[in-house]
């Protein structure tokens, strides 16, 4: 993923405490793209407003169809859930749909504090034209501070099916857009959770995001679910313009300098791979 260095040169370094015992929801909806398709973060023109997203820039439509998990674990570091034939579900005011993960081992061992983004989109490109993802990316390595992962919803090796009632593979709005995550047996992993759903409130307009403004510590809290136009896809959540962000110190780490020197050689070299 071309954006991969950017999210380990962020990343903030590891604290030696773990989170106390976790009686919350194992994985969260941590935001997602409310932003439509002919418009931009706060002001449906482009030179009305300096928002962009932390990853794409102001873009038109902010990436498109795109929500993001984190994955919580029991809240203690290093707990790992497994989502092997989980489902998404998802609803909006008269469409619905859902997205089933396949048996891949990447779902398997999930790691307390991966960031997961699902974009319908294979390819978004940001503000400067950079392909910020290109199809999916499932490299992690906590030790060098690198804790997001992408699935491209089209990618049948990750996504085993998918249904809707819409154009496209899902889609993502602003008129009461929610989510659900079951497990393989059915059972509720969270959700439904969204736009004045679950216990979240607030109304998500067609220039915003939805996400949740919290540090994802214990407790877990659903009125920390706000509207925005403070974005940052794949990344650390951010609100208030900037003010404050969410903190995953107690996940992950990031190597000291000369480590990150060889790192960033290393990482341009994956990079010219992947390209």
């Known amino acids: 993923m071309i954006a991969k260095l950017a999210t380990l040169a962020s990343a903030a370094a590891i604290a030696s405490t773990s989170y106390a015992a976790y009686s919350g929801p194992s994985v969260i909806l941590n935001e997602y793209n409310a932003v439509g398709s002919t418009k931009h973060l706060k002001e449906t023109n482009f ?9 794409f820039g102001r873009i038109l439509g902010n990436g498109g169809n795109w929500f ?52 319908e989109n294979d390819v978004i490109t940001s503000q400067a034209g950079t392909d910020i993802v290109n199809g999916s990316d499932t490299s992690l ?3 060098s501070g690198d804790n997001w992962a992408h699935i491209y919803a089209g990618d049948t090796s990750l996504i085993s099916s998918f249904t809707t009632n819409d154009d496209g593979i899902f889609s993502v709005g602003n008129d009461s857009w929610n989510l659900t995550l079951t497990d393989a047996s059915a059972a509720t992993i969270f959700g439904p959770i969204g736009e004045d759903t679950g216990g979240a ?9 939805f996400k949740y403004e919290g540090q994802l510590t214990v407790p877990f809290d659903v009125v920390n679910y706000n509207d ?25 780490a ?12 290393g990482s341009f070299a994956l990079l010219r791979r992947k390209a």
């Open 68 to 119: 993001e998990l984190v994955v919580l674990g029991d809240g203690t570091t290093g707990s790992t859930v497994n989502l092997q034939g989980a489902t998404l579900s998802w609803v909006e005011e008269e469409t619905n749909g859902t997205l089933t993960l396949s048996n891949d081992a990447f779902w398997a061992n999930l790691t307390a504090g991966t960031i997961l983004t699902f974009a």
């Open 228 to 252: 925005g136009s403070s974005s940052s896809f794949g990344q650390a959540n951010v609100w208030s313009s900037g003010e404050f962000s969410q903190d995953f110190s107690s996940f992950i």
């Open 141 to 143: 390595n906590f030790a």
């Open 47 to 55: 030179a009305d407003s300096d928002k962009a997203d932390t990853q």
């Open 201 to 209: 409130t607030g109304g998500v307009n067609s220039k915003e995001v």
């Open 254 to 265: 990031v190597p000291e300098p000369a480590s990150f020197l060889l790192l960033t050689l």
